[in-house]
């Protein structure tokens, strides 16, 4: 199936944090995850009523009359693309215990910044995710 511009709709709001995994799209939209799931790997076309639902949730355009992606720009790919290097940055150090200064430096790298402002990104990024851990870990005792 084709639904390679709700897709990339996807990755660009992932990057932009407004979604933060599947799951909160389910939420959103009220289809389940079974559903959802299909749509963004493509196995099922997503319907209609998800599009317009998926649109008027996220305040977002994924196609105008022609069926072209509106909103979506070659900068924000870029930045999508990127937010996908750098989960899979973070997740190489949790699984091969990369070292921090390792990571910074690939991170400075990848992305053409400073090692200091890669090193103080990294640390808001860790922070924000352990926060969203210990939220979840609370929620669920």
């Known amino acids: 199936m084709h639904n390679s511009e709700l897709i990339r709709m996807v990755e660009t709001l992932k990057a932009k944090r407004t979604i933060k995994k599947d799951v909160d799209i389910v939420a959103k939209t009220g289809f389940s995850k079974a559903v959802v799931s299909n749509y963004l790997s493509g196995r099922v076309k997503a319907s209609d009523n998800f599009l317009d639902k998926f649109e008027k949730v996220y305040g977002v355009d994924i196609f105008n009359k022609n069926g072209f992606s509106k909103d979506i720009d070659i900068a924000t790919s870029l930045h999508a693309e990127l937010g996908r290097i750098n989960e899979i940055l973070i997740a190489l150090q949790a699984t091969t215990r990369i070292s921090t200064m390792a990571l910074i430096e690939l991170r400075a790298k990848v992305y053409?910044?400073?090692?200091?402002?890669?090193?103080?990104?990294?640390?808001?990024?860790?922070?924000?995710?352990?926060?969203?851990?210990?939220?979840?870990?609370?929620?669920?005792?």
């Open 112 to 141: 053409g910044r400073s090692y200091s402002l890669e090193a103080t990104e990294l640390e808001k990024t860790i922070a924000e995710e352990v926060s969203t851990l210990l939220a979840e870990l609370k929620k669920k005792s």
